[in-house]
């Protein structure tokens, strides 16, 4: 940040409604209705319905689309990775997040400084989106879903053979994987395919419109079955993909005694795992853990740090042993389910 830049605090501020970016009257990931918000990603915290106009990817847009049937009042603006747009006195582009198909960093310029505010990102291979790019900034500003240093979360395929195993062992039951529809289930499918599983995935209802879109944005799945179409037919041994609430409907054959898989960074925490009824607990989260967070901090090279949504505290805490300036924004009304 050169010696005129104005400091980022005076120009984005958090609001009642999101973070507001005052020179150019928008909002980021905002959740209540606004003119102008600029979307990081398609999950329903951060991409919410009502907005007059609206900026994104144009896979976030094609995905809020499907999700919520209108993206916004006015036609929305498409930002492709890289391409600039002024809004007000701002420059802003969209730089990759690697979190799930279309997420964006939004990196704002104002007078001499570059603020990058991440979305929820991660930092590990994922082969159905993006891989992250660092962009160097005077304020980075991260989310600490799983901002602990207990969170560090193992290699997906591990977790995939342990998945892949099971079905050796149990045969005759089919297993069920929780996941949700936008980033896991799509993700899980092609952590699959990696594996070697060629079998067909079954699909629940409520995940096919998603498992569609990212394959018409080029996201190869394999073979996918519809639950609701396989009445009669045997689940047993078949990997299923439903929601982590869903029941399985009249389709599926309860009386199999399904092994209940599930696929989040919360898969780490005995009594998360226990809650949410997974015998087959998979660590397996679209956002960063404790380390991928501070390699982030270090690659973005920026000495001052805002952190929001999760564990600010332990991430403010450790930035500032770093010898960086951190702060929590305190910005409320984003969830912990979606990863
Ligand atoms: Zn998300």
Redesign the pocket.
């Known amino acids: 940040m050169g010696p005129r830049a104005a400091s980022p605090e005076t120009w984005i501020q958090p609001r009642r409604k999101g973070l507001y970016v005052i020179p150019g009257d928008f909002y980021i990931d905002p959740t209540h209705v606004v003119e102008t918000a600029v979307i990081?990603?398609g999950?329903g915290?951060?991409a919410r319905p009502g907005h007059r106009r609206v900026v994104a990817t144009p896979e976030t847009l094609a995905i809020m689309q499907v999700r919520l049937g209108r993206t916004s009042k006015d036609s929305p603006t498409a930002l492709a990775y890289g391409e600039r747009l002024r809004i007000g006195d701002v420059g802003v582009w969209l730089a990759p997040a690697g979190?799930?198909l279309g997420?964006a960093q939004i990196v704002l310029e104002y007078r001499g400084a570059r603020v990058v505010v991440s979305?929820?990102y991660k930092r590990r291979r994922d082969p159905t989106c993006t891989a992250f790019e660092p962009v160097q900034c005077d304020v980075f500003v991260t989310e600490a879903t799983f901002g602990l240093p207990v969170f560090q979360h193992p290699d997906d395929g591990e977790e995939i053979g342990k998945l892949l195993r099971s079905l050796d062992v149990f045969p005759d039951r089919p297993h069920v994987v929780g996941a949700y529809s936008?980033?896991k289930a799509q993700r899980m499918i092609a952590l699959l395919r990696e594996a070697g599983y060629d079998r067909a995935v079954i699909l629940h209802e409520s995940l096919r419109p998603l498992c569609a879109l990212y394959e018409d944005f080029g996201v190869g799945l394999g073979d996918l079955e519809a639950l609701n179409e396989r009445s009669g037919e045997p689940l047993a041994g078949e990997i299923v993909l439903a929601p982590p609430s869903a029941s399985l409907g009249p389709g599926a054959d309860t009386g199999l005694d399904p092994v209940r898989v599930g696929a989040s960074g919360w898969m780490r925490v005995r009594k998360q795992t226990k809650g949410r009824g997974a015998e087959l607990p998979l660590v397996i989260s679209?956002?960063a853990d404790w380390n991928e967070i501070f390699r982030t901090i270090k690659d973005v090279g920026a000495p001052e740090i805002w952190v929001t949504h999760g564990r600010e505290d332990a991430v403010i805490h450790h930035a500032g042993t770093l010898g960086l300036k951190a702060r929590a924004l305190r910005l409320v009304g984003y969830g912990e389910d979606?990863?």
């Open positions: 990081t990603h999950h915290d951060h979190h799930v997420s979305g929820d936008l980033g679209d956002h979606q990863e």
